[in-house]
């Protein structure tokens, strides 16, 4: 089955774009990026994506200097230190808190004092950077949200033209369409609710937000790069982290959660997905992007059981966000970026030795994660490519997110039958369990429509002409 991607202003029809698992690696992308300041992603090399944000404080006009006087220092620091560890490149994520967001000539402000510090790097030292830059989806403010109308959705897409306007590289966001109903659905482990959530709400809520962002970095010449499912499938990793979903579930939900994801890339974004998108590897498998992970240097944001397999395919690697505390050695945004410099310079290392060397080490990176959990378990590159195959067949976008859950079930019953993957008894009966509720979903909008309607509570949670239905 064929797709239509865009990237830019070309419209090619393509299949799967890494056909097998040896060229799903790290530091090589098919189509690479080239942006901000003479950096190129996915042409051979790994770089550091640090992500920063502030410690306690109350974002108010009062404060604001004491705000601005903080990004300054960070950055200044963070550039001085990617120098002293001989970086060959650098991203830096600004993640707008909402305030910023809300009041647009504020995250406007941050990123002129960013984008700052990056050229005079470069124009100074020949430190070659991006900037990335993420507005928060502030839509869900209001209960029922309203994604396409209203002051707060006015407020996001001007945010994103006022940073795009002082000087953003790439323009990301974590965008939230459809989780008012998969939230419930999720802790109710009901696959019809999570199903409509990503496979309807989120897939239209996606196409909508990433035509709009999509203008908007053209309009400046800059990068449209890409969305994450965080709100889905990382709340479904904290949620099995502590025991209260299972474990598969999250890994079903983490495989499926791609197809939301991917309507960015077919609305024009090029890459490379944000940081906490951990469907990063099968993005990339299906469209050739580049993409940012993250892992065990993440753990000062959240705990996960993926923290090596991450990096398998990575071409930025992040620490996902720290606060500007002060540790032992340093302010904690310094500490990140020396972690994670120091995990890419040992992947580079094996990308200067070939092909053996990087599979080594990614064999190393995916064996001591994927027999442990069914989480790191899909993020494997054999299993990434053939769940991505299966993926591809379907003729609809939630007809797709449905194949996905499928095959992601005959995956892990496989593993764990064969003992591949350690699945204690109750993660095995949630398989079959989960399997049963699949085989009732429907796989066309109208009559999934009119299931949740008729059989659920969730359709006082969203608004169903918010997202053109």
């Not at 990056?118 to 950077?129: N, T």
């Not at 490379?272 to 469907?279: G, R, T």
């Not at 923290?307 to 302010?331: H, R």
Request: with cysteine; proline share 6%.
């Amino acid at each position: 089955m064929e797709y239509e991607f865009i990237f830019g202003d070309r419209t090619n029809m393509m299949e799967l774009k890494i056909k097998d698992r040896h060229g799903l690696i790290f530091g090589r992308a098919p189509r690479p990026v080239t942006c901000g300041r003479d950096l190129k992603i996915g042409e051979g090399l790994v770089y550091p994506e640090i992500n920063f944000t502030l410690p306690q404080i109350s974002i108010t006009p009062e404060n604001w200097p004491d705000i601005c006087k903080q990004y300054g220092e960070i950055i200044g620091q963070v550039c001085r230190r990617a120098l002293d560890l001989k970086v060959p490149g650098l991203v830096v994520e600004f993640e707008l808190l909402p305030p910023m967001t809300s009041r647009p000539e504020w995250g406007a402000e941050i990123t002129r004092i960013l984008t700052g510090t990056l050229d005079r790097f470069y124009q100074e030292k020949g430190l070659r950077s991006a900037l990335r830059v993420t507005p928060v989806d502030i839509r869900d403010t209001d209960r029922p949200p309203k994604m396409r109308t209203g002051t707060h959705t006015a407020l996001m897409f001007e945010s994103f033209e006022s940073c795009a306007a002082a000087g953003a590289d790439l323009l990301s966001i974590e965008s939230t369409g459809g989780k008012e109903v998969h939230d419930p659905a999720l802790i109710n482990g009901d696959l019809a609710g999570i199903v409509f959530a990503l496979g309807v709400l989120a897939v239209r809520d996606m196409r909508f937000l990433w035509q709009r962002i999509g203008e908007t970095a053209q309009t400046y010449n800059i990068i449209a790069a890409g969305d994450t499912a965080c709100g889905f499938a990382n709340t479904a990793m904290i949620l099995a982290d502590k025991g209260m979903i299972p474990k598969v579930l999250a890994s079903l939900v983490r495989v499926a959660s791609t197809v939301r994801s991917l309507q960015a890339y077919q609305q024009g974004a090029q890459g490379p997905s944000k940081d906490c998108a951990y469907e990063g590897p099968f993005l990339k498998a299906i469209t050739g992007v580049p993409i940012s992970m993250e892992g065990r240097s993440s753990a000062c944001a959240h705990l996960s059981h993926i923290g090596n397999i991450a990096s398998a395919a990575c071409d930025l690697w992040s620490n996902e966000s720290v606060q500007n505390i002060k540790l032992l050695s340093d302010f904690a945004p310094i500490v990140s970026l020396e972690q994670l410099a120091y995990d890419c310079r040992l992947m580079n290392q094996a990308v200067s030795e070939g092909r053996q060397a990087i599979e080594t080490l990614q064999r190393w990176s995916v064996d001591s994660d994927s027999n442990l959990d069914p989480q790191a378990y899909v993020l494997r590159p054999d299993v990434v490519i053939d769940l991505s195959v299966r993926m591809l067949e379907s003729e609809s976008a939630l007809a797709m997110t449905i194949a996905g859950m499928v095959a992601t079930l005959d995956v892990l019953s496989e593993a764990a039958g064969k003992k591949i993957l350690d699945l204690p008894a109750a993660e095995i009966r949630w398989l079959h369990l989960l399997r049963t509720q699949l085989e009732m979903i429907p796989d066309n909008e109208p009559d999934l429509f009119s299931y949740i309607k008729e059989n659920t509570s969730y359709p006082p949670l969203f608004l169903a002409e918010e997202y053109d239905l």
